[in-house]
């Protein structure tokens, strides 16, 4: 017969075993929830405050999204965030989908718009995140990881979405090991393990805490330089005037730009350039006193915080420490450096009592400081306003008539001096504004070059030019300055063969003009890229030339076809001035011997030209043989030229022709 003890004592252990089984699946499932939970939530706040980190240090990613290069202090921070593993990939998306821009770890590059991205249409259509955690196949993608979509809004509406890649493996793996180690002590423990999952709970709290604060240092700090970034510091700021006194002490916000940093970036490279914001960020913090804050915004520009701020000098003293300790010697490798830096500050509550207008106005004092020759610093005042808006509404103006099309060239005529004949025209550019005027090219060239414009904006004049010049007589040539932006190694000869193939015009009947500035820069690259230019039978000039370095040494080491005298030594003349036609006799003789053409600029008088009759001049350009004319009415300067030339011929070399454009 059974033993009934037995019986029984089976029976309480299998209930025991049972019991033992429930608690230990029932408390796995709730931890495997858990965990789930707590790698969803720490991947989709992970991946979200990256893609809004990308945001908020790109300031162009509305231009990239429409088809603009990176900026180079967007590109030095796609670089930076390559190098922190757990992110793979940021994208930059237009509101079609169409994927303008990847960082997959290893490089950075632009996409062709077949590229589509289907879940960013969709974050652009609804104007919100959109945010995942996915599984996936190595080494494509990582085995778990997050992405999320996040718009950039201008004016409540979405401009572009950046998308952003975490890989979650190393997190899950942490969070699984910790879910083995809890169940495992549940089972040696049986029902004592109570405590485990609280154990297990507090731990992966604490890593998902470290993590929340590791984000949440990435998100507020400069990723370089370690200082606040924007959104941290406009936080401190707001909370700063919040507290002002009534009748207290009160506050000085600085803005402080580098000159010419990017100088140092194309001289000595990138690893200098981020040396030097490094030592910068040191030096501002070396001037900060107790209350005070330094803070990146961005590229080459840094915004400091004074407290305790009672009258206009502290706030200038302040400016001038700032100053001294940026203009102190800075060694890298075998270089030495050094920087200035223009500055602007604006006074609270003086000037303002919010973050955003006490922001304009220190900006404001920073232009000013620009405009005045750089190397200074300048408080606000209240008539900078309209220098602000004036400038804003330019700037406007540029990037619009860069990404549409709305600027037009001009033409000016060249002649040779000898039989006073049209021998081509100089391309030059015009922005039209709002009300039909022209804006001077001094005015929007500078604004241009600040944007990193310039390169885009050569290209598309170097186009336009040949495409005109294509429908003239084969026997006219059309020269088309060419700005140091646009001179990268290999650069100039590839849009310079395209633009000759979509226009189908001759090399010969092409001429570029590079300044000195442009051979102060790397001496063996530009020489390899004018022999190339040389070699497609393009003509090359040195423009300006008297009033720069003007080193000999450019014209027999350089593959020159051409001087071009600026038009300051025909002023010179004016004035009784000797000089200025010893020179200029001596550059023509010299253009001759090194069997260069030497053109004059600035031809406005007869005074003038019956002085290249008598120094022998090969070419002329100015207001006395004709002002710049839009394409439209060239036609009229060449059949002039035509009618000339055909109802006298042997007038055409009588030194005193006078040639106008009609």
Known sequence: ????????????????????????????????????????????????????????????????????????????????????????????????????????????????????????????????PIVSVKEGVPPVRPRIYAEAYQPVMVNGKPEAIVAAYVDLSEQRAHFRTAFLLAALTLCLIGGAGAGLPTLAWHRMTKEKQRADRRVYYLAHHDGLTGLPNRTYFLEKLEAALAGLPPDGPGLALHFVDLDHFKDINDTLGHDAGDFLLKTVAEKLQSVTRAGDQASRFGGDEFVMLQSNVRHRADAEGFALRIASAIGQPMHFGDHEMSITASLGFALAPGDATDNETLLKCADLAAYQAKADGRKCARGFLPCMDAALKARIELERTVRRATNDGLFILHYQPIYEVAGRRLTGFEALLRLPAADGTLIAPSVFIPIAEELHLIDKIGNWVLREACRTAAEWPTHLMVSVNVSVAQFKPGQVSRDVRTALKESGLAPHRLELEITENLLLKDSESVLDELRALKAMGVAIAIDDFGIGFSSLSYLWRFPFSKIKIDQSFLTGLESGGRAAETVMKMIMSLGRDLNMRVTVEGVETEQHVRFLDEAGGDQAQGFYFGRPLPASEIAASILSDFRFAEADPKENTAPSRKVRSV
């Open 1 to 128: 017969m059974p033993n009934p003890l037995r019986m029984s004592s089976l029976k309480g252990l299998t209930l025991v075993a049972s019991a033992a089984i429930v608690v230990v699946v029932g408390v796995g499932a709730v931890l495997k929830t858990t965990v789930d939970y707590l790698l969803y939530w720490d991947a989709t706040a992970a991946a979200e405050s990256w893609a809004r980190y990308v945001v908020e240090n790109v300031t162009d990613i509305g231009e990239i999204a429409r088809g603009a290069q990176p900026s180079a202090a967007s590109m030095d921070f796609f670089v930076r965030t390559q190098q922190i593993r757990y992110v793979f990939g940021f994208e930059v998306v237009d509101l079609n989908g169409n994927v303008r821009l990847i960082s997959d770890g290893t490089k950075i590059s632009s996409v062709n718009l077949a590229a589509h991205n289907e879940t960013a249409a969709q974050a652009a259509a609804h104007g919100v």
